[in-house]
């Protein structure tokens, strides 16, 4: 591509940037909570207002659909607008969900209220601001720049899919695949819902972890019995599910669950204060585990206890524990088999039970890992529109977290390129109090995405 059209791509997202955030705006101040707990008018209604975007950016063919999840209620409405492509040329599947976390108690945001959105310097404040109604207004502001104001000049076939319960754990989303086949089906698919490095440093998500969970039940006694009458030779659950947990890893903080796998180290590492500062671990405290921080995070698999069944301090009385469960959050490393990492776990709770407490697991959910190949042509176009759209060069990142969807868009559509991209930066504190995105870095966002439509329009 020549630096003429770089240039002029680069003008018109600035002229269309204005529009795109007061259109941003608006979509924040629908408070699209897929929680349950939540009125879901809101999440119906964040879906009426981006299809009207979407019909208004010349995607002639707009539809608001939904499939059933596993357990036989409706899911959330998503939204799907397409424009077939041009004769010869590949069709784009570009992801974003339209709906958001909660938003926690509004007294932790330094803003009036976590729905109205609000600019401070060169970031927008709100929940959703960032993940992920900036990544719908990525692929609007890319729509736009390219293809108004009917659509014709878009390089290639475009389908937008919107969905509506990502924050939920998109419990409908695979049999929405399945049942939409062919309405998704593209050559490169583009999930705009990940994060760049830092402002000015663009990424390509190329690794994301994986998850297990599942509850581990201790029993040493049929029933309760008093601490001091038979204390001594008799301990409770409570300590020996302690020196079980114990077990889960080694004395450096690494793993110590057998047979799990670990990925490479990753190209770039996060830096220790920032972690510290980010995760607002205590002074003192150390980091655990080995190897560098981005690989901890990024490469290795991680265990927490998230819950745990014991008797509350206010009602203690004098009694040994029959049984105590936890509930244990395995995060996996790219390239780990969920099913072997809950056999392994499995395993060790069985191998470690202490004095021969009877010991149980049981599995829960498993999502799995993201590994993207080395190299895609795909990749390849995405890494110069990045380049060309910033002016510096991206890296290749993993996250901790896991997006197990993208594991089944490669299952459905498995001859599909993934691209994973990123609005958010590390100041945008998705999920938590005071979301933001940084604007400049969103329009680059939008001019990335142009840019990147155009390559594959030109053959990758
Ligand atoms: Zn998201």
């Not at 086949?181 to 760049?196: E, F, G, K, P, Q």
């Not at 088999?337 to 049981?362: E, I, M, Y």
């Not at 895609?376 to 529109?385: E, F, G, K, L, Y």
Request: with cysteine.
């Amino acid at each position: 591509m020549t630096t003429e059209t770089t240039a002029a791509l680069r003008a018109r997202v600035a002229e269309l940037f204005p529009a795109l955030q007061a259109d941003l705006e608006a979509l924040v101040r629908i408070p699209s909570v897929s929680a349950a707990a939540f009125d879901q008018a809101h999440v119906a209604a964040s879906a009426a207002a981006t299809e009207q975007l979407l019909r208004d950016a010349g995607l002639p063919d707009v539809q608001i659909l939904s499939a059933l999840r596993p357990d036989g209620t409706s899911g959330a409405p998503a939204v799907v607008a397409r424009r077939p492509a041009p004769e010869g040329a590949p069709t784009v599947l570009l992801y974003a969900h339209h709906d958001v976390q909660p938003p926690g108690d509004p007294a932790t945001w330094d803003t009036a209220d976590p729905f109205e959105p609000t600019q401070v310097g060169e970031r927008l404040f709100g929940r959703g601001a960032a993940d992920d109604k900036a990544g719908i207004v990525a692929h609007l502001g890319a729509l736009r720049t390219l293809g108004l104001p009917d659509g014709a000049d878009l390089p290639v076939g475009v389908t937008v899919f919107l969905e509506g319960e990502e924050e939920s754990g998109s419990p409908s989303f695979r049999a929405f695949l399945e049942a939409h086949r062919d309405l998704l089906a593209a050559d490169v698919i583009v999930v705009a819902d990940s994060t760049n490095w830092k402002v000015g440093v663009p990424a390509l998500t190329t690794s994301l972890r994986g998850l297990v969970d599942g509850e581990v039940e201790l029993r040493a006694l049929e029933h309760a019995v008093h601490s001091g009458q038979f204390g001594g030779p008799v301990l409770d659950a409570v300590t020996l599910m302690s020196r079980l947990v114990a077990t889960f890893h080694d004395e450096a903080g690494d793993v110590a669950i057998e047979g799990l796998v670990t990925a490479p180290e990753p190209q770039v590492d996060y830096d220790e204060a920032a972690l510290r500062a980010d995760s607002s671990l205590l002074d003192g405290v150390a980091l655990a585990g080995t190897g560098t921080v981005s690989g901890r995070l990024w490469a290795k698999p991680a265990l927490s206890v998230i819950g745990m069944d014991v008797t509350s301090v206010a009602a203690a009385s004098n009694t040994i524990a029959p049984s105590c469960t936890a509930k244990i959050s395995l995060r996996l490393a790219p390239g780990q088999d969920p099913a072997a990492a809950d056999a392994a776990l499995s395993a060790h709770v069985a191998k470690h039970a202490p004095f021969g407490a009877q010991v149980t697991w049981r599995s829960g959910e498993a999502g799995k890992a993201f590994l993207a190949p080395g190299d895609t042509a795909a990749m390849r176009a995405a890494r110069a529109a990045f380049t060309e759209a910033w002016g510096a060069a991206p890296v290749d990142i993993g996250v901790g977290g896991s997006i197990p969807f993208i594991a089944d868009l490669l299952e459905v559509f498995p001859d599909a390129a993934i691209l994973v991209t990123g609005v958010e930066d590390p100041d945008s504190r998705a999920h938590g109090a005071n979301e933001s995105v940084h604007l400049g870095e969103l329009q680059k966002v939008v001019l990335a995405e142009a840019l990147l439509l155009t390559k594959i329009g030109e053959g990758l």
